[in-house]
């Protein structure tokens, strides 16, 4: 099996070489510096906001990055041409192996000395996935809008928005950016350019734009283009495929395949890259389906363009061409027989299918899709064919029989269809009933528990369901300890998996979670009493918002955090927002007027709630919603001892308005219903205390409780000492339950700038 194996592998790959393109002159000179270690420093001088760092190194990260794939594809290309396979004249030839392996060895050292020269090792730009996937994200632009904006180079900010957008249209604020950028005096509409737009899509939708207004003539030079950009393309995406063997995790600890298990594993991988190259080049960014049989509608479109401009020859030519991927096409075959009626017969029979490129694609493309077909049919290798016009005699019988059953077996669910709809109806009635009696749970208007504290807005004043507004649930002076406690005790972006800026890069965040703060109390870093008034306050805050709303149910902390948000610099004009319209328990889509309960989203959260510090600032209102994530139904003016709350549902979006001057601080908390998602069983009585936290210290009168931190003081010495023996921080469950945050945490940060919780 293994010698036929070769046979192809050697055949497909001089079918290859007709493929390849001039070579490209590389300077010599010293190796190319990792875009990786750019990028790191361009992000390092974004935070000492040195926006000419940014830009230098951002700039230059995505030039190497194209150097680094451009010199591999040089050098893969080159290598094909100057060590080719040559295929044996009979298969019985004995030195086959030896020839074959005497042509990859040659291959190897032609591709190290090419690389090498150039890049220098290949360790020098290992990349990691989290950083390729930051470029394919387009990240680099985000920070590169903010450099250009601030350094007052509106047409690049503005270039380097649009790149970004492009990519990722469900960005709220850079849209917001973009809108504000339209408004701006000197902004010109040929601003609005995408930097990384690929030469062939771009040729191509130009040309369909021009086609659809019915401007034949112009449209066909476009399409042209287009095929040759493409081929182009597809050439050096193959090239790319060529790379080391990618395992699954941790798949290499475990691999030991011998010699030709070993040449097939890596080998089927790569030809399955070089089958996706189609759907890779017929992609848009921030589109989720590819355009479907991209390059035949490229003879199409060509054939009815050459047709309305008279010309019958070119029309039957790419009428032919697309008949070599899809053969019986009734319409096509149709639109030929016309052609060659109105030409004539002498000379239609004469015209043949576009150049020899194009039949090489096809058959190579084919003979890669036997071979990809074959693995799945002995190895059991996954092969999904992204090609509609592959022939059906190049699926193995077995494979086609296979397919047929299952079809078959999808007839036959989708008969259940109905009776399965009639069940999901049932649920989600009891679902529905469920929310009524949660809905008749919850009398909002109860007791507030404590002296001082005022309800100013219930949820009719806010124009919404489920929402509150007190005031003086704190006093000035501890709004002070605790703005003080944030901003020493604080890491930049703590409870953000570091990330200073997660919400918006116009902003700084720092936050302290209880772990933390009861930590840095252990160790003296902070007053005791400040972490304990941390604690209490978060208990006093659970309290009142239990009694408020009525509920029958006990509130169980689900994540509390003491965070501020900061002003870059001084004032700034800014369209975006501090943290944008979101839901607390489930995934927003505006568009659809929707919000999903499921992961990522943290479903277990029931009420939220946030405690201002101070007023001094500037912005920063916080702001509720309708689910179009637009139309504002109430404004809240942060202050200290303000407290704003409401239930975690979709009835109540919200968000943040832009911190432009100065320093925002508060203390966020949400609240679950649900007792086994409780985060944190903080203060435990138990004898474990003295072990896990150390012996818990006297300050004054006031004393880290197991119970209830919201009982009165205690100042008997008696009654001391028993606290100090029954007292302590469970601290291993309060660990696990921050790795617990920790691993949502990663699920959530999927990109710079677009969290969706965590905030204030």
């Not at 995790?249 to 691999?255: A, D, K, L, P």
């Not at 070993?262 to 190259?277: E, F, G, K, P, V």
Request: negative net charge; proline residues 4%.
């Amino acid at each position: 099996m293994a010698q036929p194996l070769l046979l192809l592998a050697a055949a497909l790959l001089a079918l290859a070489l007709t493929l390849s393109g001039a070579e490209v002159p590389l300077a010599d000179g010293e190796p190319l510096e990792p875009y990786d270690r750019l990028f790191d420093a361009a992000v390092n001088s974004y935070h000492r906001n040195d926006w000419q760092g940014v830009i230098i190194n951002m700039e230059r990260a995505l030039k190497n990055q194209q150097v680094l794939y451009q010199v591999k594809t040089h050098c893969r290309l080159q290598c094909n041409n100057q060590t080719g396979f040559v295929s044996s004249a009979s298969s019985r030839d004995f030195l086959f192996d030896l020839n074959f392996f005497n042509t990859v060895l040659r291959k190897a050292e032609c591709l190290r000395a090419c690389k090498s020269t150039r890049l220098g090792p290949d360790s020098l730009h290992q990349v990691t996935e989290e950083t390729q996937l930051e470029f394919k994200r387009r990240t680099p632009y985000n920070y590169l809008q903010v450099a250009y904006f601030k350094i007052k180079k509106l047409d690049k900010a503005v270039a380097a928005a649009y790149t970004f957008f492009v990519a990722n249209p469900e960005h709220l604020e850079m849209q917001q950016n973009l809108e504000y950028y339209k408004l701006m005096a000197g902004v010109k509409e040929s601003d609005f350019t995408d930097l990384e737009a690929r030469p062939h899509m771009e040729s191509f939708r130009a040309g369909v734009r021009l086609y659809t207004d019915e401007q034949f003539l112009a449209s066909i030079e476009l399409f042209e283009k287009a095929l040759v950009q493409y081929l182009q393309a597809d050439m050096e995406c193959r090239a790319l495929c060529e790379g080391p063997y990618l395992f699954d995790g941790y798949s290499y600890m475990e691999y030991n395949a011998d010699l030709f298990q070993a040449i097939t594993d890596h080998y089927i991988q790569i030809l399955s890259c070089r089958q996706n190259c189609a759907v890779e080049l017929a992609s848009r960014p921030g589109k989720e389906k590819p355009i479907d049989n991209f390059l035949p509608a490229h003879y199409d479109h060509l054939q009815f363009a050459y047709y309305n401009t008279e010309n019958y020859e070119k029309a039957i030519e790419c009428t032919k061409t697309y008949l070599l991927f899809y053969p019986n096409d009734e319409v096509m075959n149709q639109n030929q027989q016309y052609y060659e009626a109105v030409l004539g017969d002498q000379l239609a029979r004469h015209i043949d299918a576009r150049e020899v490129r194009i039949q090489v694609y096809i058959n190579s493309s084919l003979l890669e899709k036997e071979l990809l077909y074959f693995a799945n049919e002995v190895f059991g290798i996954t092969f999904i064919d992204p090609d509609a016009w592959t022939p059906e005699n190049v699926m193995p019988v077995k494979l086609r029989e296979k397919q047929k059953t299952e079809r078959e077996t999808a007839a036959r669910i989708s008969e259940e269809i109905g009776n399965l709809m009639k069940e999901i109806e049932h649920l989600v009635d009891e679902k529905t009933k469920e929310s009524v009696e949660i809905v008749k749970m919850v009398r909002e208007g109860g007791p507030v528990l404590y002296d001082g504290v005022q309800v100013v807005m219930n949820s009719k004043m806010m124009n919404g369901t489920q929402r509150g507004l007190m005031d003086g649930v704190i006093t000035p002076n501890q709004c002070l300890e605790l703005r003080m406690l944030s901003n020493l005790a604080a890491s930049a972006g703590d409870g953000y998996r570091g990330k200073p800026s997660p919400h918006t890069p116009n902003e700084r965040f720092q936050g302290v979670t209880m772990l933390k703060a009861l930590k840095l109390a252990q160790d003296g870093k902070v007053p005791l009493s400040s972490a304990k008034l941390y604690y209490d306050v978060s208990e006093k805050v659970r309290r009142i918002l239990e009694s408020y709303y009525r509920l029958e149910k006990p509130l169980h902390f689900s994540y509390t955090h003491l965070v501020c948000r900061t002003a870059v610099e001084g004032k700034v004009e800014r369209a975006d927002l501090s943290h944008s319209i979101h839901v607390d328990n489930c995934i927003l889509n505006s568009e659809a007027l929707e919000c999903r309960k499921e992961t990522p989203a943290y479903t277990q959260r029931d009420y939220s709630a946030i405690l201002y510090f101070n007023n001094d600032f500037e912005g920063g209102e916080f702001i509720f919603t309708e689910l179009d994530a637009k139309s504002i139904t109430a404004r809240v003016k942060p202050d200290c001892g303000r407290l704003v709350s409401f239930s975690s549902g979709s009835e109540n979006p919200h968000g943040v308005e832009a911190v432009t001057k100065g320093q925002r601080c508060g203390l966020a908390i949400w609240f679950t219903l649900d007792p086994r998602q409780t985060e944190r069983r903080v203060l435990k009585a138990g004898r474990e205390g003295e072990r896990n936290l150390g012996e818990i210290q006297r300050v004054g009168s006031l004393w880290i409780e197991a119970s209830d931190s919201s009982k009165e003081e205690v100042t008997s010495e008696q009654q001391n000492k028993q606290r100090v023996q029954e007292g302590g921080v469970e601290l291993e469950q309060v660990a696990q339950r921050e790795r617990n945050i920790e691993v949502r945490s990663r699920r959530k940060y999927l990109s710079n700038f677009s969290c969706r919780d965590e905030g204030l």
